[in-house]
């Protein structure tokens, strides 16, 4: 169930939102060998950040879900921080990527909790 949120002071269209979020999806399910079909993605594109101090591009992903391990979070963050240079134009060095392990019993959906 992990769910990817994307902030970002990079003005972006609807059709390159949905761009971004499908990718960052396809590159989390594929990273954390989770499948794509229970993920669920939200993006907030023009948000007031700074980032060392400058109102430069910058980007925060946020990855939480159930039984995430840290073994794919280099890859994982390698993916992102790629993403993010080339649907953003956020250098590497101004993305931050946040990983949440989320216990069980503590998420829900489809009417029952994990």
């Not at 990079?10 to 594929?30: C, D, F, K, V």
């Not at 993916?79 to 060095?93: F, G, R």
Request: charged share 20%.
């Amino acid at each position: 169930m992990p769910l990817i949120q994307i902030r970002t002071n990079a003005s972006l269209s609807n059709e390159q939102t949905n761009a971004l979020l499908r990718e960052a999806t396809t590159i989390t399910a594929r990273e954390l060998g989770k499948p794509e079909s229970i993920m669920m993605a939200t993006a907030s594109a023009g948000a007031a950040m700074l980032f060392g101090g400058t109102d430069g591009p910058t980007a925060l992903f946020e990855i939480e879900g159930i039984e995430l391990s840290s073994g794919p979070a280099n890859a994982l963050c390698l993916a992102l921080s790629d993403l993010a240079e080339s649907h953003l134009q956020v250098p590497a060095d101004r993305v931050f990527v946040k990983l949440t392990n989320v216990p069980r019993g503590n998420w829900a959906g489809n009417r029952k909790v994990y």
